[in-house]
């Protein structure tokens, strides 16, 4: 429960997208766009390191329980690295370690970023949220401690070089979840045989949601001094989520069914998989899943009794 009387804070559904400044966390972010708009429950979709800026989709009430799909989304970032430089942390905040000087030919800095185009094997910085026997590798890194981390596989869907004025890059990166951008540049200086480290960073999208629709937290705490009645208005409604997954719509019986946890029939043309489930007259239901004997199910729905 955030700090203060409970009846100051209210029910409210959907989904703000918030543009995160340098400097806070995102749960910190989080927790002052809760504040603002009086929020019960909250949650964001996606960590971004203090040091970067950006997209940062902010769920609140039955929202929540489909910020995980938003999650697991297709990611697009901004970034801007240094070659020649190697830091402890792999960003700005860390300290140099080793100094090179780059490559001054742009043609091998493009063969090099088309090399990390698709899938490839990634290891997960030290400076991260990820878990190491129940303690954040983060914790572990500040204590001056390194553990072993796993490659894991993830895809860059798009790499294109921006601006070149050594020794400073930028690059825009469209990738999957769970791709950190910090490792890529360090991986991209690697492949040069300089080094590098993560100068800025700025996500701008996650799935089909952009940056240039996110509102800054000093534009939210103006509007809730001077016009309150429009933040609510800001907000995108739950099944923006699942707007990437395909759509089923549900007769008045049908969607009962769904609701009371039975399974119904479905069209032979929905193959197994997920889907959002909207009733005959437009109400967003959840979403389902179509199971392999072509009866669809409840995965996870919105609550109607509240």
Do not use: W
């Not at 739950?238 to 769904?258: G, K, M, R, V």
């Amino acid at each position: 429960m955030p700090r203060g009387k409970s009846r100051d804070y209210r029910d409210i559904d959907g989904i703000l997208l918030l543009d995160k400044p340098a400097g806070l966390s995102s749960n910190q972010a989080l927790q002052r766009a809760r504040r603002i708009f009086r929020a019960r429950k909250a949650g964001h979709c996606g960590s971004l390191d203090p040091l970067a800026t950006g997209l940062l989709p902010v769920c609140f009430g039955q929202a929540t329980r489909f910020s995980s799909y938003l999650l697991g989304a297709a990611k697009a970032y901004r970034a801007r690295c240094r070659l020649g430089e190697t830091t402890t942390t792999g960003d700005a905040e860390g300290e140099i370690l080793e100094r090179r000087e780059p490559p001054t030919a742009e043609e091998q800095l493009q063969r090099v970023l088309s090399a990390f185009t698709g899938r490839i094997e990634q290891v997960p910085p030290m400076h991260s949220a990820l878990k190491h026997e129940g303690r954040r590798l983060y914790q572990l890194a500040r204590e001056g401690r390194e553990v072993e981390r796993a490659a894991r596989t993830v895809e860059i869907h798009r790499l294109e070089l921006l601006a070149c004025e050594l020794p400073d890059i930028d690059i825009e990166v469209q990738c999957s979840k769970g791709t950190y951008i910090r490792s890529l540049a360090e991986d991209i200086g690697r492949a040069l045989g300089c080094g590098a480290h993560l100068v800025a960073l700025r996500r701008t999208e996650v799935d089909e949601l952009s940056v240039d629709d996110a509102q800054s937290l000093e534009r939210l705490q103006a509007l809730a001094e001077d016009d309150p009645q429009t933040l609510d208005r800001l907000l995108m409604p739950p099944e923006t989520a699942l707007e990437h997954f395909p759509c089923i719509e549900l007769q008045s019986a049908a969607a009962c069914d769904i609701r009371h946890g039975k399974r119904v029939a479905t069209a032979p043309e929905n193959a197994p998989g997920l889907y959002r489930l909207v009733a005959a007259d437009g109400g967003f239901i959840g979403l389902g899943e179509v199971r392999d004997d072509g009866e669809l199910a409840a995965k996870r729905l919105m609550n109607t009794a509240r």
